[in-house]
């Protein structure tokens, strides 16, 4: 099987090739190194493309996804049997200083893929698999019960679970990458619906793993063991350090491209993330390094939270698990963070 995968250099597209060349799958991947232009050195993600580069089922393409006649003519001759979209611009915080920057790559680029995918590929047999963020919801999830305790916010019923795909979308604040995002997610579900094609977008929580080019805008996790192991002050902005996120390891996303592959969808929209059990806040975070690793990591709280910032999320993928129930998370948290620490700081 021929799979086209974007941002092969980033964290769930770099992830995903590997679990899909571990499978014998020949991939043609797309990233033209926009990660180093957007955040600087830190963010550079060319060694990953180029080991990568060394297996011989990989073919790399160093083309711009908002560029729509490259795209049209790669997709033309290449009939990839799938599409697994995981580039992105991925930063709520940068695209209100880049707004067309943004939404080009988020939005524009994501037509330019479905409009070719939908043309050149087969219509009843290929996949469109589009990774899309929880950012979708906007603050929403700030406007539901949620409960303050010594270390971190929760959810109260009927949300304790964490958020499903039944939260609405509308009239709240997203941030411009939100609805760049939207935008893109939208029209992979309608391109599925409309035209009867197989797609299939996922809202992705916090996703992480030892291949996370983290900087300050983006890579929460990643970034502050960065910050512990670089002895750098680390900045939590606003909600006391109480805010709580879910972690999901991108191999755990990588499984879940692959249950699609297998028994695909047309417009379904899944919510994937690491769920209650791998939820923590910053706080409790900071204090699971600190027993770790012995290391103090210095903080401080900006009391101004970012805008359009979630004060809890974890997820509930109860509507995926039951679509697929062969699907299994492998990482729990602390398998998470100690794979960090050992990748990348031992």
């Known amino acids: ?13 770099s992830e995903t090739t590997l679990y899909f060349l571990n499978k014998g799958y020949r991939i043609h991947g797309i990233d033209n190194e926009s990660r180093k232009k957007l955040f600087g050195s830190e963010a550079d993600v060319s060694k990953i493309i180029e080991e990568l ?16 006649y490259v795209i049209e003519s790669l997709i033309k001759n290449l009939k990839p049997d799938s599409i697994i979209h995981c580039a992105a611009q991925p930063s709520h915080d940068k695209a209100a200083s880049l707004p067309y920057v ?92 409309y035209f009867d094609l197989n797609t299939v977008t996922f809202r992705g929580g916090c996703i992480t793993g030892p291949n996370h080019k983290s900087v300050e805008l983006h890579g929460f996790l990643s970034y502050i063991i960065k910050c512990l192991f670089a002895n750098k002050k680390y900045v939590i902005h606003g909600y006391k350090g109480k805010q709580v996120r879910d972690q999901i390891h991108a191999y755990d996303v990588a499984t879940a491209f692959d ?41 401080e709280i900006n009391n101004i939270p970012r805008k359009g910032d979630h004060k809890c999320y974890y997820t509930d993928m109860k509507k995926f698990t039951d679509h697929f129930p062969n699907w299994r998370m492998s990482y729990k948290l602390n398998d998470i963070i100690d794979e960090i620490i050992n990748r990348n700081y031992t």
């Open 1 to 13: 099987m021929l799979l086209l995968i974007t941002g092969t250099g980033g964290l769930v597209g």
């Open 53 to 68: 580069q060394k297996n011989s089922l990989y073919t790399h393409h160093h083309i711009d996804i908002r560029n729509r």
């Open 102 to 193: 943004d939404f080009d790559i988020n939005s524009v680029g994501t037509l330019n893929l479905l409009e070719s995918f939908r043309n050149y590929c087969d219509n009843k047999n290929s996949i469109f698999i589009n990774m899309s963020t929880n950012k979708v919801y906007g603050d929403k999830p700030n406007h539901l019960g949620i409960t303050e305790l010594e270390t971190r916010y929760d959810f109260l019923s009927p949300w304790e679970y964490g958020i499903d795909e039944s939260l609405t979308i509308d009239n709240c604040l997203h941030s411009l990458f939100g609805v760049s995002k939207l935008s893109a997610d939208l029209y992979v579900q309608e391109y599925g619906k």
């Open 259 to 299: 249950e699609v592959i297998k028994n695909p969808k047309k417009g379904e929209v899944y919510n994937i993330g690491g769920q209650y059990k791998n939820a923590s806040s910053i706080l409790e975070i900071i204090e699971i390094l600190h027993k770790k690793t012995g290391k103090k990591l210095e903080f």
